[in-house]
């Protein structure tokens, strides 16, 4: 079983920048891809990164270029960089692990979650 805790979230400005971590115990951290969502008020879940363990990434076009996932395998955590933050990036940002080789952008290839980290960004 694999236990997730994300840390970093908080309030910034627009413009600002905010910097989220995601801890994982339990498993083999390397054989996992993590992926962050994250969730607005009165919306649904949706993608926004992931990274597989050879390093490489894909984001949503809505963060691209904004946005940067890494990964510390020797320190089982991932991390999301959130530069130049727009009012409508404020969500409750969750980091997600699975064996996900397609359909990425799909919650179920996910097998675990973390709790979630609120992230709000004021105009």
């Known amino acids: 079983q694999v236990k997730l805790v994300e840390s970093g979230g908080g309030l910034v400005q627009a413009g600002g920048s905010l910097s989220l971590s995601c801890a994982a115990s339990?498993?083999?951290?390397?054989?996992?891809?993590m992926g962050w969502f994250r969730q607005a008020p009165g919306k649904e879940r949706e993608f926004v990164v992931i990274?597989?363990?050879?390093?490489?990434?894909y984001s949503a076009d809505s963060v691209k270029s904004r946005f940067t996932i890494s990964r510390d395998n020797a320190k089982n955590t991932v991390y999301l960089q959130m530069n130049s933050l727009k009012p409508e990036d404020t969500a409750v940002y969750y980091c997600a692990a699975g064996r996900v080789y397609t359909g990425y952008h799909q919650q179920h290839r996910y097998d675990y979650w973390g709790q979630g980290t609120q992230v709000t960004v004021s105009s």
């Open positions: 339990g498993g083999t951290f390397i054989s996992y891809a």
């Open positions: 990274t597989w363990s050879d390093g490489q990434s």
